[in-house]
């Protein structure tokens, strides 16, 4: 078992940066893939990043201004996002799986919510 706690939204202005931290519980947290997800408001959750030993991965729309990475010894992953968009606003959510970055993504934190105004 794993669980997930994010912390770090807020509101922020466009082009500003913000960066989320997930802490996880457990013992094996190295040998788990972490995802980033978002969830819009009225819009189906979408991938953001994962990071996994040594592969990361990033949608379309994030590459270049967010940056995924992890503390092992922590239990931690950040997302620093930099150039934020109104259309970054989002609720945001760690996950972990066991099995990689493409998933299945088998543990999901509560989420913290991200605004940023225009």
Do not use: H
Request: glycine share 12%.
């Amino acid at each position: 078992q794993v669980q997930l706690g994010e912390s770090g939204g807020g509101l922020v202005p466009a082009g500003g940066s913000l960066r989320l931290s997930c802490a996880a519980s457990g013992r094996t947290f190295d040998s788990y893939a972490m995802g980033w997800f978002r969830q819009a408001p009225g819009k189906e959750r979408e991938f953001v990043a994962a990071t996994w030993w040594t592969v990361t991965r990033y949608a379309d729309s994030v590459k270049g201004r967010f940056a995924i990475s992890r503390d092992n010894a922590k239990n931690t992953v950040y997302l620093q996002m930099n150039s934020l968009k109104p259309e970054d606003t989002a609720t945001y959510y760690c996950a972990a799986s066991s099995t990689g970055p493409e998933g299945p993504y088998n543990y999901w934190g509560q989420g913290t919510q991200v605004a940023v105004s225009s």
